[in-house]
């Protein structure tokens, strides 16, 4: 038997049939013939590219593979993206920094046992890759948009360096007061950091080359209606829009560059701080007799991102404020063709969208404590630390 054959046997075996007995069938084929172990990997980098044409990312890919699988598929992955990037033509930056990501989480090649089980391991893998669903294209020249200005051959700006700094160490610090005032310079600076982003853009008496991007930001379960809720807040204060997808487990958020990394920053930063402060508040519950985690949970998150929504479009409103008051220029017009520049991608990209109501928030004491965490880390206008 050619070791090509064998492969196709496998894949008619498995990949078109989900039982169990189809995939040991399949496997055995596999494990039984090592000349095929090249060809079976071949075939994954093509699945790989597959899904790239199909609207999926590097980080996406691994994402899905972490949520409906095991540790060994996700070395797998990682270990055909790696394989697969030299042969892939140049994507930009966010998909370099993704790959970056791959290899940084898992530099080195999966794990092998006995053959059988490898090969059951890597048709698991194909089926899910075979089922992959088309997103909506995030680059911008492959959805019929004028190209985004990237990242490339300019460094991180100091502004964006300052508000990490700032947020790496309100997740750091031990006191609820010093988060405050670190959040809230944060998101002070991320405000002023998109005004002046948008006055060159305007300044330039050209069509601007920055034209809205779009970028997935993973919002993972347990609790993921509540941080989805949360990611819209944090999107809408920075000049985004965010459009979640529940049954994948992320959020689309379409924004200028500037803003989106932005959004990126922040999300990630207010949710260590929501999830830190949640398991104080119920370690206190809890010594009280309560026994209701779940619950608990559910209504903390959603009470913090209800709260920290409304303070954060109110920094921001601040902020941007103070802006044109500094520099004598009325921003209202120049934020305004932005923002219309942001719905019209997110509407070519979702011309369908639905809204849906946030569920399992009835807890009070939970909506308590989320709300008093909220206050905490609120992002308004406060005194910087000296």
Request: with cysteine; net charge negative.
């Amino acid at each position: 038997m050619s070791t090509p054959r064998t492969v196709e046997r496998a894949f008619e075996a498995a990949l078109y049939d989900t039982t169990d007995d189809a995939l040991d069938i399949a496997a055995s084929l596999l494990a039984a013939d090592p000349a095929a172990d090249a060809e079976l990997a071949g075939r994954g980098e093509e699945f790989v590219a597959t899904a790239w044409r199909r609207g999926w990312q590097p980080a996406d890919l691994v994402r899905i593979v972490r949520r409906e699988l095991d540790d060994v598929h996700v070395a797998l992955v990682a270990a055909l993206i790696r394989a697969q990037a030299p042969h892939d033509r140049a994507r930009g930056p966010r998909w370099a920094a993704q790959l970056d990501g791959v290899r940084d989480a898992d530099g080195t090649a999966p794990p092998r046992t006995d053959r059988f089980s490898h090969a059951t391991a890597v048709l698991e893998l194909y089926r899910l890759l075979l089922r992959l669903p088309a997103l909506e294209p995030l680059d911008a020249g492959e959805a019929g948009q004028a190209p985004r200005r990237g990242r490339e051959g300019r460094p991180e700006s100091r502004a964006l360096a300052r508000i990490r700094a700032l947020l790496a160490k309100a997740e750091a610090t031990g006191y609820p007061e010093e988060a405050e005032a670190l959040s809230a310079k944060a998101q002070e600076l991320m405000a002023r950091h998109s005004v002046d982003e948008a006055l060159l853009a305007a300044q330039a008496h050209a069509p601007s080359p920055d034209a809205p991007g779009a970028c997935r930001i993973g919002v993972e379960a347990p609790y993921e209606q509540a941080k989805a809720v949360l990611l819209d807040a944090v999107a809408d204060a920075n000049h985004c829009r965010a459009v979640w997808n529940e049954p994948l487990g992320f959020s689309t958020v379409v924004g200028f560059e500037a803003d989106l990394e932005a959004v990126e920053l922040l999300y990630t930063s207010l949710l260590v701080q929501a999830e830190g402060a949640m398991t104080k508040a119920e370690a206190t519950q809890r010594a009280g007799g309560r026994k209701r985690t779940k619950t608990f949970r559910q209504s903390f998150l959603a009470a913090y991102a209800y709260r920290a929504g409304t303070r954060l479009r109110a920094a921001a409103e601040q902020a941007t404020a103070e802006s044109g008051t500094a520099t004598g220029v009325d921003l209202l017009p120049v934020l305004a063709s932005r923002e219309v520049a942001v719905t019209d991608r997110l509407e070519r990209m979702f011309p369908e969208t639905t809204t849906t109501r946030l569920r399992g928030a009835g807890d009070e004491a939970g909506w308590t404590e989320g709300t008093r965490a909220a206050d905490r880390a609120r992002v308004g206008r406060r005194r910087p630390l000296t």
